[in-house]
């Protein structure tokens, strides 16, 4: 049995944050070698490497021998054009969901053309929403409400159980969508775009860093349900620029003096007319 979609294991990265216990990583391990995957990213493991992750594993140690140990989820998504986030609960914010399944196809799906990441977080309180808002996707798995959160190892099995699921399904997945012609934004240009934006939107006036209406995390949001390829986001980028460079004339213009403080006159003045009333965030 195949799937007519051939995904890419050596593409797929499970990517655990700041795990407390090693039996953890070594039963995660196992998990994601059963389910023929492979790599494994660390985000600043609390204890690692120690023998105990070693026993945990079993047969999968070559998998915790080869894993990457790095000190930010930056590091361990670069590069990944996917990245999906588990919880163990609904988050205030909602974000872009999948379900297990559909969670399994897409990574086997689009792991065929790019690297995509499975991100997991602590065993005492999960992902912070600061990680959850890197990701493209949730996922959450459909336990029992009143006791909703499983064991993280036993989550990373049910997860890649769907991936592996996925990749030996000969019916054509529900989630195919047409090939795009130019790849997904990766992971570390998002976040080079977000910082130029709350850059430029605090340069144009319309928005101060900790504002409580949340508007970055909202453009966040809408940017994961847009995805934006490559050449879209480097447009995007250019129109920043753009609008900075308008932004520092004026100030030059009006000899207000330092180019990272640029003028809050008459450039506030129309964006906060134009815009008044209209965001959501
Ligand atoms: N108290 C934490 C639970 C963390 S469980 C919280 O409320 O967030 C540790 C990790 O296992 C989670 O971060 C997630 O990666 C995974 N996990 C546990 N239960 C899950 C579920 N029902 N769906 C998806 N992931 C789950």
């Known amino acids: ?34 389910m023929g995957l492979d790599r494994l990213y660390l985000v600043a493991p ?16 070559d998998v915790l021998e080869r894993a990457i140990v790095v000190p930010t989820l930056d590091e361990a998504i670069a590069g990944c054009g996917l990245i999906v986030g588990t919880s163990a609960r609904e988050r205030s914010i909602p974000w872009p969901m999948l379900n297990p399944r559909e969670c399994g196809e ?69 989630v195919l969508e047409d090939k795009w012609d130019v790849p997904p934004a990766r992971a570390e240009d998002l976040e080079l775009y977000f910082e130029h934006l709350e850059q430029t939107l605090v340069d144009i006036g319309f928005h101060k860093r900790d504002n409580p209406r949340q508007t970055m995390t909202r453009l966040r949001r809408l940017l994961s349900r847009i995805r934006p390829d490559t050449v879209e986001l480097s447009i995007l980028r250019g129109v920043l620029t753009g609008v900075q460079n308008v932004v520092w004339r004026l100030q030059r213009v009006q000899g207000s003096g330092d180019p990272s403080r640029p003028a809050q006159e008459p450039v506030e003045a129309a964006v906060k007319e134009k815009t008044e009333g209209k965001t959501s965030a």
């Open 1 to 34: 049995m195949s799937n007519p979609v051939q995904g890419v294991t050596s593409n797929i990265r499970v990517v655990l944050v700041n795990t407390s216990h090693p039996g953890n990583i070594g039963g995660a391990a196992r998990a994601i070698k059963n």
């Open 46 to 61: 609390k204890e690692f490497p120690t023998p105990r992750a070693l026993w945990r594993a079993a047969g999968a140690a």
């Open 106 to 174: 897409r990574i086997w799906q689009e792991s065929a053309d790019h690297d995509v990441a499975l991100v997991f977080g602590r065993e005492d309180r999960g992902l912070t929403n600061s990680e959850l808002q890197k990701c493209t996707y949730h996922v959450h798995i459909p336990s029992n409400p009143d006791y909703s959160s499983l064991n993280l190892a036993a989550a990373v099995q049910v997860l890649t159980y769907e991936v592996r699921m996925a990749s030996l399904s000969e019916v054509p997945s529900a």
